[in-house]
């Protein structure tokens, strides 16, 4: 029987050059995926695990954490601390950038990740996630300052997520198009189960919360009328909506089945920028969704291309299915009929 290939020999294949830097990435993104592998049975043990619920804490979100949360939180960070290929890291859950003092004068590289988005469905054993980043961190003896971290996604060396769904599965890109793996639990590897993955044009779904309708700009009502007016309306086609609660759930669908999933910036939203994270949350999806042939925005222009101004700064976003994304964009800024 054929054996897959592991993550490891993903990476190292893939490998352009004998940099320093590079090698510290495959062995960056190996660090991921362990610590991922201890949140996926972290996550797995669910009520038996006695780490549900609430953590009695806040972020510099102001949003209440899960105990699990935390817990992710300290895992990847004492990972990284271990292995010393991070200069720093920064986190949803953490106010500011978390220097690795360990890898000072040898780390060429800065993780931004979001340890486990979606917490809200943890409690209710539904699909949440890891979404990861990697950026070049300045000459090894610099400290890292928040200057440093402020990178347009472009400049991403790395994005993936972990999806703890029915099967574990790892999506990663590193440039060169997007593959995924799916964890074999019992030799605790990430096995290639897909590569080169595109996103299927055509497929009419789309994703946002429409409880926020009230909230919402024109050009969002109308995109979203659009589609709920099916074959009787403009677009000729029935449509229909998903949403997972979770960006790592509805994104995974949107890059293995098409449409599009939006949180745009509303009315309720507009003063604090949006609700999802640039550094990331938006930035690695968007790097992913463009890997596989689609389009990220935040309304007005790519994603990718967005020179960030906080660690925790929030940006609309609309991504997927490139065609759905120029449909919306057309309509924010005019430029369609
Ligand atoms: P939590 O991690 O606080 O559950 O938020 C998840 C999230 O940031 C993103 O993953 C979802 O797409 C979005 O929020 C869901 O937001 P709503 O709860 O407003 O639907």
Redesign the pocket.
């Known amino acids: 029987m054929a054996t897959r290939i592991a993550l490891g020999q993903y990476l190292r294949n893939s490998r352009r050059t004998a940099s320093i830097e590079e090698g510290q990435l495959i062995r960056l993104i190996e660090d991921v995926a362990y610590a991922s592998r201890i949140l996926a049975a972290m996550v797995g043990h669910g009520a038996l695990g006695e780490v549900l619920g609430a953590a009695g804490s806040r972020n510099v ?1 102001e ?1 209440e954490q899960q105990q699990l ?1 935390v817990l992710a939180n300290d895992v990847v960070l004492e990972t990284i601390r271990r292995s010393r290929h991070a200069r720093a890291m920064i986190s ?1 859950e953490m106010d500011s950038v978390a220097e690795v003092e360990e890898a000072r004068g040898y780390g060429r590289l800065l993780l931004l990740i ?1 340890p ?7 409690d209710i054993n539904l699909p ?2 890891t979404i990861f980043s990697v950026l070049e961190a300045p000459m090894a003896s610099q400290a890292i300052l928040e200057q440093h971290v402020l990178q347009p996604g472009r400049r991403q060396l790395a994005a993936g997520y972990v999806l703890y769904g029915p099967s574990v599965v790892l999506v990663l890109t590193v440039g060169q198009g997007v593959a995924m793996f799916t964890l074999n639990r019992q030799v605790g590897e990430y096995l290639l189960v897909a590569d080169q993955l595109r996103i299927p044009p055509g497929r009419h779904e789309y ?1 946002i ?1 429409s ?2 309708e009230r909230f919402w700009s024109d050009d969002v009502r109308r995109y979203i009328g659009e589609c709920q007016a099916g074959k009787d309306g403009p677009l000729g086609v029935d449509y229909s909506m998903r ?8 994104c995974h669908r949107v890059l293995l089945r098409g449409g599009v ?1 939006m ?1 745009p910036v509303d009315a309720r939203t507009a003063a604090k920028g949006g ?3 640039l550094l990331y ?1 938006a930035n690695p999806m968007a790097l992913l969704m463009e890997q596989a042939g689609g389009a990220a925005s935040d309304g007005q222009r790519s994603i990718l291309d967005i020179q960030p101004t906080g660690l925790h700064q929030r940006v609309g976003v609309v991504l997927g299915d490139a065609e759905e994304v120029g449909r919306l964009v057309g309509y924010a800024t005019g430029t369609a009929p």
């Open positions: 979100q949003e949360d949803e979001d486990l988005d979606g917490s809200g469905n943890i949440i996630g994703a919360n409880a926020n949403w997972t609660g979770a960006m790592v759930g509805d999933f949180y609700k999802l994270r949350e």
